[in-house]
Nanobody, 121 residues
Framework: QLRLVESGGGLVQAGDSLRLSCAVSGGILSTYAVAWFRQATGKEREFVAVRSWNGYNSNYADSVKARFTISGDNAKNTVYLQMNSLKPEDTAVYYC??????????????WGQGTQVTVSS
């Protein structure tokens, strides 16, 4: 059973940066695509970024492109989300998920518990 644990969230000001980590255990990271999703209060969960199983490809939501970077270290079984130039609208609970390379939450079988990111103006 794959287990994902997010960390790195917090309260920051607009324009600041944060790096989220997703530690994967119980399986081999290189066999899964890993994505980040986020859910703001009162809104549906939305796709943020995905890293392919081999790390060669990544895709981003338009709202975060050029500000966020997804990366991974297969040796450490960890995927990261570097978030720069944060905006108040980035405030949400961020989840990492492992499964099929996709922008759709239903394609991901394994999920972490989430980490809160709050950006103040």
């Amino acid at each position: 059973q794959l287990r994902l644990v997010e960390s790195g969230g917090g309260l920051v000001q607009a324009g600041d940066s944060l790096r989220l980590s997703c530690a994967v255990s119980g399986g081999i990271l290189s066999t899964y695509a890993v994505a980040w999703f986020r859910q703001a209060t009162g809104k549906e969960r939305e796709f943020v970024a995905v890293r392919s199983w081999n790390g060669y490809n990544s895709n981003y939501a338009d709202s975060v492109k050029a500000r966020f970077t997804i990366s991974g270290d297969n040796a450490k079984n960890t995927v990261y989300l570097q978030m720069n130039s944060l905006k108040p609208e980035d405030t949400a609970v961020y989840y990492c998920a492992a499964g099929k390379d996709s922008r759709y939450a239903n394609d991901y079988e394994y999920w972490g518990q989430g980490t809160q990111v709050t950006v103040s103006s």
